[in-house]
């Protein structure tokens, strides 16, 4: 049983899992066909007892990593909080962000897990196969699988394995701190993922596109920034 974001609200948990097996069977995990030019980070935010969910993609130029614009959202959702099943309440308002944006990024960082995730279907990896982009997940908790820690240095990192399968990677983007949880979510590969993920790292412990999606859309959820499309730069937003 296929549907569209808009009608996530109506289901039940055994008809989301449902949804989950048919994305699953349309995972494409393939080698990227070229290097990025853009990538956008991808986040959320909302009470695990309210209904808005404010949502932002943030561009940036792949080169240098500097933000050249965003799209923001402010939307309802009443699928129920379910481990496991995050991406139902918050993928319809991602789409709405990214249908908003007239330039599409090469690839989507998302705030979650990719196919780090109990039958393969972490938000980005959903998010992916939904709109056929190249997403990966980058996530500041394990959901599924069993690592060993990685080094103490920035850049170290371990595979998370589900039994002999690699399902991603724990990587410390910063010295001596806790790891985040990599892993490809559609259209890319593990290597592309991590590679991705190592390029994105700068000072903090969350790499630079989700870093800002989430600096971002707390500025939107607080009324700092407005709804819609906008371009970053020559003092446009600031």
Request: charged residues 20%.
């Amino acid at each position: 049983m296929s549907t569209t974001p808009a009608a996530y609200d109506t289901l039940t948990v055994p008809e989301a899992t449902l949804i989950q097996k048919e994305l699953r069977a349309q995972l494409d995990l393939s080698p990227l066909s070229k290097p990025p030019q853009y990538i956008a980070g991808a986040d959320i935010s909302l009470n695990r007892f309210s209904e808005v969910i404010y949502a932002g993609l943030v561009l940036l130029r792949y080169s240098d990593l500097q933000p050249v614009a965003c799209s923001l959202v402010q939307s309802i959702t009443r699928f129920p909080y379910v481990p496991g099943y995050l991406a139902f309440r918050e993928v319809p308002a991602l789409v709405q962000a990214l249908e908003q944006m007239p330039v599409r990024p090469d690839v989507i960082m998302l705030d979650g897990h990719g196919i780090a995730h109990p039958r393969r279907m972490g938000i980005a990896a959903h998010f992916g196969t939904l709109t056929q982009m190249a997403t990966m997940g980058c996530a500041k908790k394990k959901l599924f699988g069993k690592y060993e820690e990685p080094g103490p240095a920035k850049g170290d990192y371990s595979p998370i394995m589900d039994k002999e399968e690699t399902i991603g990677y724990a990587l410390r983007s910063k010295n001596k701190v806790l790891p985040v949880f990599i892993s490809p979510g559609n259209r890319m590969s593990l290597d592309d993922s991590l590679r991705i993920a190592l390029h994105c790292c700068g000072n903090y412990r969350l790499p630079e596109p989700t870093r800002k999606a989430h600096e971002f859309v707390n500025l939107f959820r607080t009324g700092q920034l407005q709804s819609g499309y906008h371009e970053i730069g020559s003092g446009s937003l600031f």
